[in-house]
């Protein structure tokens, strides 16, 4: 039976000096010329991330109402009735709403230092006006130190199928809180956490007024709100303080809430 053994092919093609450098130098080129094509490709996803990240910024601080970055008292009168507050009073400028006429002009007013806030386009109705079928923010006004405020609008067929309802007509105080109170906290609302409730009359318009403590709201552990309603639309105003702010603001966000009317 024939037999064969295994030679290293280095014996039989011996590799030269000049062989083996030729081959190191081709092994760098290779390399260094997959380097070359990696680096353009690293390139451009960095390209892509840097356009990327602005755009979605952008997105998301898209302004939809007139909010400017500067002190209400910088371009607002002061009140009439109290000189230390000045009055914000909504015009069609304002909000898509407003413009629509799906909500009537409202006013209250502010320390002039507060600054108003920008609202999000998703939040502000401006994608379904006249005929939005959700509660939106009409405006939002802050300041670190005392609290918030926002305007929020619903629809009065999510209440009521009755037309032109006033808030008597939608029910109790009660009951229009248990509708609209996950828009006070931000989140949920629990019947445990309405405090008082009280009934205003301003002219020919009733409103509702309540003060909760909300210590799992995302507004705050403190809310004042106020409902009404008006042609097509219940429209309530929240103010709202974390606890620190509540200590030390709490008469002025009072005053705050008290003013509001439309």
């Not at 079928?133 to 199928?161: D, H, M």
């Not at 609302?189 to 020919?204: A, C, F, M, R």
Request: aromatic share 8%.
């Amino acid at each position: 039976m024939a037999t064969a053994s295994l030679v290293p092919t280095s014996k039989i093609f011996p590799a030269s000096p000049k062989s083996a450098t030729w081959i190191k130098t081709r092994t760098g080129v290779i390399v260094a010329s997959s380097q070359q094509q990696q680096i353009p490709r690293r390139r451009v996803l960095l390209l892509k991330t840097a356009v990327a990240i602005p755009a979605i910024l952008q997105l998301k601080e898209s302004p939809i109402s007139e909010a400017r970055e500067v002190e209400v008292g910088s371009y607002l009168p002061p009140s009439p009735s109290d000189s230390s507050f000045v009055l914000f009073k909504a015009k069609p400028s304002d909000t898509p709403a407003l413009r629509a006429g799906n909500v009537q002009p409202y006013q209250f007013v502010l320390p002039p230092n507060w600054k108003q806030l920008r609202i999000a386009n998703i939040l502000s109705g401006n994608y379904c006006q006249p005929k939005c079928a959700e509660p939106w923010i009409e405006v939002k006004f802050e300041n670190e130190k005392q609290g918030k405020v926002q305007v929020v609008a619903s629809p009065l067929i999510r209440l009521t199928n009755k037309p032109n309802a006033t808030i008597e007509d939608i029910g109790v105080p009660e009951k229009v809180i248990a509708s609209l109170g996950p828009f006070v906290t931000g989140n949920s609302y629990d019947s445990d956490e309405l405090l008082e409730t009280s009934v205003e009359k301003i002219g020919d318009q009733t409103y509702y007024k309540y003060v909760l403590e909300t210590p799992f709201a995302l507004t705050g552990s403190h809310n004042l709100a106020k409902a009404t309603a008006k042609g097509n639309t219940v429209v309530l105003f929240v103010v709202s303080a974390t606890e620190k702010q509540w200590q030390s603001s709490q008469k002025t966000l009072q005053a705050i809430l008290d003013s509001f009317q439309l």
